[in-house]
């Protein structure tokens, strides 16, 4: 249709009023389930250490003769293990005059700022606590590294072994009487190759935890893609669907193996994909020289600029109560 003449249309005035919603949204995931479900701890100096023991191997040969004078059995100190605590940090820089002007959902406020700035420094912390990298002592001009959980498993881990190079645990270990724990000094060999998720690793590392530390796991921390590949797994027979049933379940969060029930979740932030961490809670746990703080940095002009900071350090109580499923093609 044609439009009359003289018809006033929005084209070209200038005085119209914006119309932007005072909504802000963001959709960028930011739960970090290691974090939250370890245990929290305090750490009293840079290098954080902690005891872990082990008990004599068992003897078959125990049959003591009649009104024999006893002996003393040998005894061994404990494994002393350490990590060293690593600083992490998000810095927020705001001009006055954007503090001052109005903006939608209130973008240009410290707190907003700050808000989010907190949810990133803690997916940092997920992938800083599960990567592969050993402990690194701080230098003058050197920052600190805090050992990841690859670097203490020694004792429950799948992995692969064929390939250049070959999947191997770390070398890096200290001794507790017959027993020896990974110790965060030197980072896991990856295999050059990987491969699916399997029900038999996951079995494996069930027996594994349970040969080691006469316990299951709590839960079994893997990307989405493992947690994809685990949601077909059968179990020992075949899924049935009833036709009438409207509602397809295809999902599996909790894998009952014959030494208990391990809870699969899902982490979109773990350093590594290829990497699933079995965790048993009371043995992982995060340690604080310097909890969550928001420290106010000196004013050189006209702006504002706050610190966010942490300095945590990586604690793994006694790593045969944990494992670790490597190679994986998550």
């Not at 800083?128 to 230098?139: D, E, K, V, Y």
């Not at 990974?182 to 980072?187: E, I, L």
């Amino acid at each position: 249709m044609t439009v009359p003449a003289n018809t006033t249309q929005t084209i070209g005035q200038t005085n119209l009023r914006e119309d932007l919603s005072n909504k802000v949204y963001m959709v960028d995931p930011f739960k970090t389930p290691f974090l939250t479900m370890s245990g929290r701890t305090k750490a009293e100096a840079v290098y954080h250490e902690w005891d872990t023991d082990s008990l004599a191997a068992q003897n078959l040969s125990n049959a003591q003769i009649q009104g024999d004078d006893a002996t003393a059995d040998a005894t061994t100190p404990t494994a002393r293990i350490g990590n060293y605590t690593q600083i992490s940090r998000k810095v927020i820089q705001l001009a006055g005059t954007l503090q001052a002007v109005r903006a939608a959902g209130a973008t240009n406020k410290m707190g907003y700022q700050l808000l989010k700035a907190s949810k990133a420094l803690k997916r940092d912390m997920e992938g800083i606590l599960t990567n592969n990298a050993a402990r690194t002592a701080p230098g003058a001009t050197t920052a600190a590294v805090t050992a990841g959980l690859p670097a203490f498993l020694t004792a429950n881990t799948v992995f692969l072994t064929n390939g250049t190079p070959a999947g191997a645990n770390p070398t890096g270990t200290t001794s507790a009487g017959s027993e020896t724990f990974g110790n965060g000094t030197t980072a896991r060999t990856d295999n050059s190759t990987t491969a699916a998720i399997s029900e038999t690793d996951v079995d494996d590392l069930a027996q594994l935890v349970f040969q080691n530390s006469g316990d299951c796991v709590d839960y079994l921390l893997v990307s989405s893609k493992n947690k994809q590949a685990i949601s077909k797994f059968t179990g020992p027979g075949t899924r049935f669907t009833q036709v009438e049933d409207k509602l397809l379940r295809t999902a599996i969060d909790e894998y009952e193996t014959d030494f208990g029930k391990i809870r699969i979740v899902p982490d979109l932030f773990l350093a590594r994909s290829r990497d699933c961490f079995a965790i048993k809670r009371p043995y992982a746990k995060v340690a604080y020289l310097r909890p969550y703080q928001v420290v106010p940095l000196a004013k050189t002009g006209d702006s504002d600029k706050k610190m966010l900071i942490c300095e945590y350090a990586l604690e793994v109580g006694n790593e045969r109560a944990c494992g670790g499923i490597f190679d994986t093609a998550g």
